[in-house]
């Protein structure tokens, strides 16, 4: 098989949700059917269950939560498969934004009982900023939900885009009898014993079948489902591929990943209906996946996922060619040629040294302290720069200190190297050096982990200190030396570990302030890393 044919057969894809909507569920589930797991582990539960392939991290495990992304490759029919599992909880928002960066499609899955949710919508809008696909799957259906219809029409009203069911689920909880396939007109049969041991074989089954259609479902379920059907088929958006790899129709699939119902059907239409790797923006227009050339970006790093070696691994999207070990590429940023040491596949925390990689693969790579999120690597003889991945604001504060003065250089290294994971963001007084640390998240449970973190990987004890600063400006231009600015007195200066100026402020009516008092000043809601 040549690189061309590798890279076309490579889907790479996040799965996004709010908390709870049954993600780690879904994505354990597709790694059983692609045989990466003989055992599919449990999110929640007793002390002695399994837990998720994808929750690697101990407090992920006690928390019940997934903290961090994880990365999974596995074979499917023919496919090369890289799923990107993300966080659900919004305190970790911004490791979701970045992990899509390296996606070319999305999964979204939604409580069949709440709808759409909150951080639904963020990482929504993630997506329609970058015309990402999103596939659907309507989850839990094997308990009480709410009408499909009204699932839909929130859909397409919340996102502004249309709505295709590619199934359609007769009944719910107690009364759930599996769903009809509108497009091959048959049945997938509800068997809550089943758990997914052997595939479900489907029942071919016309609506007008009726005598058919009683004998498997009932009286009154072949009624509603006949009237729903008549009504999708008159009346719902038609089935549109172009639409669909465009961000515009999003295919909706229904079923239960708990009791693995419907899995296997939208792992087999998804992977039929999404694209092969796509080209990559950068400052000097596109990158053709299938160029020979290779290429890639580093979209996430990750410190102490092996305790036994204390390293860190640097995460890259390979957007172009083919990547191969012990060749040299240049690191763009740090302007030199390298060899990515100990590339590896992942699947979680588990890794397997591999020779060679294609467009859209995600590789680890050893990373001793030179990559920085958004870096681009190339091969040398063409070098291209992929757009920076944007740092946004935190909404809160710290200031924090290690209880041991002895310990000053763990601690030190232990914030920089979190910091630099993007797990929190890292500021300090100018000129200070690391006297004061204050830090920021987007969500206060990131505080919590920090502090696990430095305790449990570093053997650093903390002390934290809440601030009153709820809003952070990069300074992009300005008219004077910062601390020559006119600032309200309860502003403050600082920079990040890139040097960068900032500005912290209590209130909206203080940065308003600083733009009227300081004609020049531009102030900027996050920075992107070039």
Not at 227 to 237: F, M, P, Q, W
Not at 289 to 304: C, H, R, T
Not at 426 to 434: I, K, T
């Amino acid at each position: 098989m040549d690189y061309r044919q590798e890279i076309e057969r490579r889907r790479t894809f996040a799965i996004i949700s709010h908390p709870d909507a049954g993600k780690t569920t879904l994505t354990e589930k597709l790694l059983l059917y692609g045989g990466a797991i003989q055992l599919a582990g449990s999110v929640k539960g007793k002390a002695t269950a399994r837990h998720a392939v994808s929750d690697w991290m101990e407090l992920e495990k006690q928390r019940g939560i997934s903290i961090t992304s994880s990365v999974m490759q596995f074979e499917y029919n023919g496919y090369c498969i890289n799923i990107l599992d993300t966080p659900g909880h919004q305190d970790f928002s911004e490791d979701t934004y970045r992990t899509l960066m390296a996606a070319d499609s999305a999964v979204m899955v939604i409580d069949a009982a709440k709808g759409i949710e909150p951080q639904t919508r963020k990482l929504f809008k993630i997506c329609a900023m970058r015309h990402i696909p999103i596939f659907t799957f309507i989850n839990k259906l094997d308990r009480e939900a709410r009408d499909p219809f009204e699932l839909m029409e929130e859909l397409e009203k919340e996102f502004g885009i249309g709505t295709y069911p590619v199934n359609w689920p007769i009944g719910c909880g107690h009364d759930f009898k599996g769903v009809f396939d509108r497009d091959r007109r048959e049945i997938l049969a509800f068997q809550e014993f089943h758990r997914g041991q052997n595939k479900i074989s489907a029942i071919e089954c016309e609506l007008t079948d009726t005598e058919r259609l009683d004998e498997l479902i009932g009286h009154l379920m072949r009624e509603k489902l006949v009237e729903d059907i008549e009504l999708l088929d008159g009346a719902s958006y038609e089935f549109d591929l172009d639409a669909v790899r465009a961000g515009e129709l999003s295919p909706v699939f229904f079923g239960s990943a708990l009791t693995n119902f419907g899995v296997e059907p939208f792992l087999e239409n998804f992977l039929s209906m999404t694209t092969s790797p796509l080209p990559r923006e950068t400052a000097d227009g596109e990158v053709d996946p299938m160029g020979e050339d290779f290429s890639a970006f580093v979209f996430k790093i990750q410190a102490n996922m092996n305790k036994a070696h204390r390293d860190r691994i640097a995460f890259m999207r390979i957007c172009s060619g083919r990547f191969e070990r012990d060749k040299e590429y240049l690191h763009v940023q740090g302007g030199k040629v390298l060899k990515l040491a100990q590339p590896q596949q992942m699947m979680a925390q588990e890794r397997a040294i591999i020779n060679e990689a294609f467009a859209g693969d995600i590789i680890g790579v050893f990373d001793p302290g030179i990559f920085s999120i958004g870096d681009t690597v190339c091969a040398a003889k063409h070098k291209v720069q992929f757009e920076g991945i944007p740092t946004f604001a935190p909404e809160h504060f710290s200031v924090i200190s290690q209880v041991d003065t002895m310990k000053r250089k763990q601690f030190t290294k232990g914030v920089t190297q979190i910091a630099q994971e993007g797990a929190i963001q890292m500021f300090h007084a100018p000129n200070s050096g690391m006297e004061e640390v204050i830090v920021g998240a987007v969500g206060v449970l990131q505080f919590e982990v920090l502090e696990y973190r430095l305790k449990n990987e570093y053997n650093v004890d903390i002390r934290r200190r809440d601030l009153s600063y709820g809003y952070i400006r990069w300074i992009e231009k300005t008219p004077r030396k910062p601390d020559e600015l006119n600032l309200a007195s309860d502003t403050r200066w600082v920079q990040d570990f890139h040097g960068k100026d900032l500005l912290l402020f209590n209130n909206e009516w203080s940065i308003r302030w600083a733009e009227q008092k300081n004609e020049g000043l531009e102030l900027s809601e996050f920075s992107r890393n070039w």
